[in-house]
């Protein structure tokens, strides 16, 4: 058959394992790919080698020194006091206890420098690990690894975005990668909207019509085969088996018991819903807590908002390790940048790039480790600074991913993360 | 001496060494104790300008209150702690520190007779303590967000705390019971974007004739991160518990830190926050000030003299101020 786009090309690949799973299931069968041809014990194998991430982005600035490198009595110190963790030697602030007694699972990179103070910059730089241009688009983390760990075997969305409402419509922010790694958002703990078959059509009338779908495709494809039709099949099996499997999103499917655990208010239900999806197959969750964006009394809002974070944070950590998913489940807790050492008259904290700290543990991780330093106030930092692209690269190695490599779209190569960035060997197991 | 609010003008300004958090004068109005950011609480003497650090928190101390006779002071600290300080001791050292609450302790204030010192703050549990040995007398809890403020009825029978979330809790100082609730839900505001509860009755004060109670804190709080509100003082009835009026500051950025009422029945305000620092005065009618004075920098506390004439404020740049009600005496 005709193959009109570049032989070779990671979209080649793709499809054609994707088709021959296809064609090999037969009509009527569920859309297939590498699943179609794997025993349940094989596939059982393949689902626990699985990695996943999960993301949590604290919207704002979270501050570092009210979270992963408290000052206490120092001039920038503010009022609280550290805690010790689970991990001797390591002390974060006293308004993380719970997240504390986890800390032997999860590391701090406390020597991040992004030489950004803007939202809307240092956002672009966490999430692709480059300088936001106008000359082009970097596709986000998520579009990434959905990209990086798709072997064809997952037919489900690989980069979803939980907030507290998500029409379920995909966002753009894979760029080159293309829209099948664009983020999904779901929201309010439902299954995406339009995501259930309306209940005029019955069984043996989609069959029916999924029948004649597979036929008009199959004789299309005998004649003009491109990556774009294959694009639209992909997607149009994502959005079928995202139908099929749509009680993932339902969170009232979680015991009671779990519910009350993570709590009622949104950033509980989310910690939950990242646990379900991870399960579920989900490559790349991200779900988000606001607002630490705290020019104003920074520290009862901290209290307030770290409050809410803690637990439900602490509790997700504990679970995946109690299921045996932290080998195989990246979790990275960032925000856009950190915040000043320097209180403001209104007992605030403003914007900084210079010199704050990130959370993160699991797959790949080396768990309760300390990368780097800042002075003894906070104002610099003092040992092995890294910046954004550091960390995406140490995010996918962590993953499995040879961040050194490029992917191959339409016959054009782009680098996965910024070439002239390394991981942070140190940290990674 | 009556006091002209109108006269008002910064009289002498006090350096420290750290930014400021509270100021209170002590009972005989020979001292100003501050508090600071460096975790200190500190005495100035006001005729020597001498200043001593006390240093026993292992936080910053949030408020302070003084024996009936004036000669201990106690600090509350965010580090779950109360001290009790000499007040006249060359080098003051804790007299007694009691671990009294899981969290901050935002306010302190001693009953009329000077037997009782409550407190209170981020555990929403109310506490009375025994002024003279620091043991616990009862615990109230019944707070459902944290306790901003606290002061004792004239008559010693009732406890009045106010909190985050605008309410004052009316506690029978005998019994421990709830007795009433002063709704002020315009003190208080969940702002849903930036999803944090915002206001509080950050000071609470009663008329000299006792007749009314008063809530200040800050209402038409439009971006709370960005410290975009303005200071607002309620105004409640006694007798009927009802809301009797509301006095604003508008066009001002700020929070309503603290207020005291003048010998003369005026009300005086100290408000601070991105539109800078002013000391507001109301008379007893009017939703407007009488008059509003401009300091140099923005407000975080502020205490009436003894004398009447004379407020001191707390400021970020290390200084207290202190302002007089009068006119500017000839150079």
Excluded at chain 1, 338 to 365: F, M, Q, V
Excluded at chain 2, 204 to 222: C, E, I, R, Y
Excluded at chain 2, 255 to 261: C, D, G, L, S, T
Aim: charged share 25%; aromatic share 8%; glycine share 10%.
């Amino acid at each position: 058959m005709k193959c009109d786009y570049a032989c070779g090309s990671d979209e080649h690949a793709m499809a054609r394992r994707s088709f021959l799973g296809t064609l090999a299931a037969g009509t009527g069968a569920a859309m297939g790919g590498l699943g179609a041809f794997t025993s349940p014990a094989v596939a059982k194998e393949l689902a626990r080698d699985q990695k996943r991430m999960i993301v949590v982005d604290l919207h704002g600035g979270l501050s570092q020194l009210e979270s992963w490198d408290p000052k206490p009595g120092t001039d920038t110190g503010g009022p609280f006091r550290a805690i010790p963790t689970s991990v001797p030697g390591i002390h974060i602030s006293e308004l993380l206890p719970h997240t504390a007694k986890q800390m032997h699972h999860l590391s701090l990179v406390r020597s991040i420098n992004i030489k950004e103070t803007d939202h809307s910059r240092g956002r672009h730089k966490m999430l692709t690990g480059y300088k936001k241009t106008p000359a082009g688009a970097y596709p986000e983390l998520g579009a990434v690894v959905a990209k990086g760990l798709d072997d064809g075997s997952n037919s489900l969305p690989g980069h979803v975005k939980v907030y507290a409402s998500g029409s379920g419509a995909r966002s753009a922010d894979s760029a080159y990668l293309g829209p099948k790694y664009g983020s999904i958002s779901i929201g309010g703990g439902k299954a995406p909207a339009n995501s259930e078959r309306p209940s005029s059509i019955t069984d043996e009338a989609d069959a029916q019509r999924n029948l004649l779908r597979q036929r008009a495709n199959e004789r299309f494809l005998n004649r003009r085969r491109t990556a774009q039709t294959d694009a639209y099949m992909q997607s149009y099996e994502q959005a079928a088996e995202l139908m099929a499997r749509r009680e993932i999103f339902d969170l009232s499917k979680e015991s009671k018991k779990d519910q009350e655990r993570y709590g009622s208010h949104d950033f509980g239900r989310h910690c939950l819903m990242a646990r379900r999806l991870a399960e579920s197959g989900i490559n790349y969750v991200k779900i988000r807590h606001s607002n630490y964006d705290t020019h104003n009394e920074n520290f009862n809002f901290h209290f307030e908002q770290l409050g809410e974070f803690d637990k439900p944070f602490a509790t997700l950590i504990a679970d995946l390790a109690d299921r045996g998913m932290m080998e195989s489940t990246l979790v990275v807790v960032l925000s856009e940048f950190g915040r000043t050492p320097k209180i403001n008259e209104r007992y605030g904290r403003d914007h900084w790039g210079k010199a704050w700290s990130i959370c993160l543990g699991g797959a790949g991780i080396q768990p309760g480790a300390i990368i780097g330093a800042t002075n003894k106030n906070g104002t610099a930092v003092s040992e092995r600074e890294v910046d954004a692209g550091h960390l995406f690269h140490t995010y996918l190695r962590a993953l499995g991913l040879r961040s050194n490599r490029q992917f191959n779209i339409g016959g054009r190569k782009f680098p996965m993360a910024d070439p002239a960035m390394e991981p942070i060997r140190e940290l990674l197991t | 001496m009556k006091p002209d609010p109108k006269q008002t003008h910064v009289a002498r300004e006090l350096a420290g060494a750290a930014p400021l958090i509270c100021c209170r004068f002590d009972p005989s109005g020979k001292y100003l104790f501050t508090t600071a950011e460096d975790q200190s609480v500190n005495r100035v003497n006001l005729t020597s300008g001498e200043s001593v650090a006390m240093l026993g928190h292992d936080s910053w101390a949030r408020d302070l209150a003084f024996s009936k006779d004036g000669k201990t002071v106690v600090s509350s600290g965010f580090d779950d702690t109360l001290i009790w300080w000499p007040v006249e001791a060359e080098k003051p050292k804790p007299i007694r520190s009691v671990k009294a609450h899981k969290g901050w302790i935002r306010t302190v204030s001693v009953s009329p007779d000077g037997r009782l010192l409550a407190s209170g703050g981020n555990d929403r549990i109310v506490r009375l303590w025994n002024m003279a040995d620091g043991k616990l007398v009862r615990e109230m809890p019944g707070h459902t967000l944290d306790i901003y403020s606290s002061v004792f009825h004239p008559s010693g029978k009732w406890l009045l705390t106010g909190d985050l979330a605008g309410k004052i809790n009316q506690w029978d100082v005998a019994t421990g019971k709830l007795t009433r609730v002063f709704e002020g839900p315009d003190l208080h505001d969940y702002f849903k974007s930036q999803q944090v509860h915002f206001g509080g009755v950050r000071s609470l004060t009663f008329s000299p004739d006792g007749k009314q109670l008063v809530g200040a804190g800050l209402h038409k709080g439009t971006n709370p991160l960005g410290a975009v509100c303005e200071p607002l003082i309620l105004r409640f009835d006694w007798e009927t518990g009802k809301q009797s009026l509301k006095q604003t500051m508008k066009g001002v950025k700020g929070v309503a830190w603290r207020i005291r009422f003048l010998k003369d029945g005026t009300l005086a305000l100290g408000s601070g926050g991105s539109g800078g620092g002013y000391l507001g005065f109301w008379n007893g009618k009017d939703e407007a000030p009488i008059h509003k004075f401009k300091l140099p920098r923005s407000v975080r506390e502020m205490d009436l003299h003894p004398d009447g004439m004379q407020i001191a404020t707390a400021h970020w740049d290390n200084k207290a101020r202190l302002s007089r009600m009068e006119a500017k005496a000839k150079a």
